[in-house]
């Protein structure tokens, strides 16, 4: 049975600045505040609508869609229920933070739901040149760790391949807590001597040793109240190591020749590359350090498994360098660098497209643009007749490897974008794009 919201709950939902609306059990809108009509759909009666249908443009739940419902854990639960979630807004795609909350009666019974959608900007969901981009499953299952974490003071791991953008989620870890006008201070330990680490770190007095001409402050004096972070944690040497993980137990530092003992308060944000489980067990890693930094570790993705974000990425990043007028991608052009495994991650994408520009005499970059990437797939997707996917006999295999093979199939043959086909698939983009990546891992017989 349906409840209609009362007056008094009418009132409560209105009075919200953020966006908010009442749900019954079947997803049906009962009510919207106006900072939901107005910030995110401003035109037609949503009122009897599902949620679905309204934020993602969907004919079925988004659980069914290959996303993660917080109105049905909510239900499951009876408790609160929050997601990262890609809406269609007024003004495109835009992330948001979708928050259920039960609303009950006098006698505890829940009459409705009410869904409040808070507006993240860490990332985007459309082409920017700088910051964060990404709608993939993997890219949002990130960004969900990123928001649990932002705002607590537990250092954070960041584990990811050489180029997946470690920096630019470790800037959006400061910015999502809050700190936006404090300092965010990165650190490259590659390269740096020990003495210069410490130094770099600490500060150290004038005379404290050859070249030091002059007091200096140090990194952690300067962050105070801010970021720290760390880039490629492994490198630091294991006498610093020790020195390190003080500063993390007391929160106290010297500088390099000084007695006094100083304060420091900071959020420490570690990222590497490589294996520090190794590491330690090499004894290159202090494995009570290790324990230190990785109170919440985040993987970030590489880019072979964000294939649905590689045509976002190359917008953004043409809109980052070339200002004015950014060449546009055809659409043999993004098939061609989506097709592409990147073991230079979003480096090397970016190196391509600096290529590709250069070698345009006009505004659209087109496969010939793109030497250093082997066109001999485009080429035979566009050329051969695709083969049956049904084989020349009646063997029986699994269905896993038969709905493999059809797709390959129809990816040669369909000519559309991968958007219409999902569509016509029945099926979330997500969802396609996690089947085409699977399709090198299934062999299914010939």
Known sequence: MTHEPD????????????????????????ATNKAYQAVFFKVGVLTGKTCFQVSHGYDRPCDEMGEKC???ICQATRSSSHRLHVHHVAKGHEYVIVEITPVYDKSGNIIYYQEILCRTLIASAEP??????????????????????????VP???LGESGTGKELIARALHDAAGWANKPFIPVECSGLSETLFESELFGHLKGSFT??????DGLVEA????????????????????????????????????????????????????????MIHQGRFR?????????????LPPLRERREDIGLLARSILLRIAVGKPPTLTHDAELLLSMYEFPGNIRELVNFLEQARLFADGTTLEPIHFPGLVQSELHDIEKTPPPSPWGQDETIVPLKALEARYLSHILQAYQGSRTQLAAQLGISMRTLTRKVSQLKEISPPP
């Open 223 to 278: 962050v105070d109240g801010g970021t720290l972070f760390l880039d490629e944690i492994g490198d630091v040497p294991l006498p610093v190591q020790v020195k390190l993980l003080r500063l993390l137990e007391t929160h106290t530092f010297r500088k390099v020749g000084d007695t006094q003992t100083r304060q420091a308060h900071f959020r420490l944000v570690c990222a590497t590359n490589c294996n520090l489980d190794e």
């Open 128 to 153: 920017r040149a700088h910051g964060l981009v990404g709608i993939s499953t993997a890219f949002i299952q990130m960004l969900e760790k990123v928001h649990r974490v932002a705002r607590e003071s």
């Open 287 to 299: 494995r009570d350090l290790y324990y230190r930094i990785s109170a919440f570790p985040i993987r």
């Open 70 to 72: 917080p109105l049905q």
């Open 156 to 158: 954070v791991l960041l």
């Open 7 to 30: 007056a008094d709950h009418l009132a409560s939902l209105d009075a919200l600045t953020d966006p908010a609306v009442f749900l019954d059990v079947d997803y049906r809108i009962l």
């Open 211 to 216: 070249g030091a001409l002059a007091n200096k």
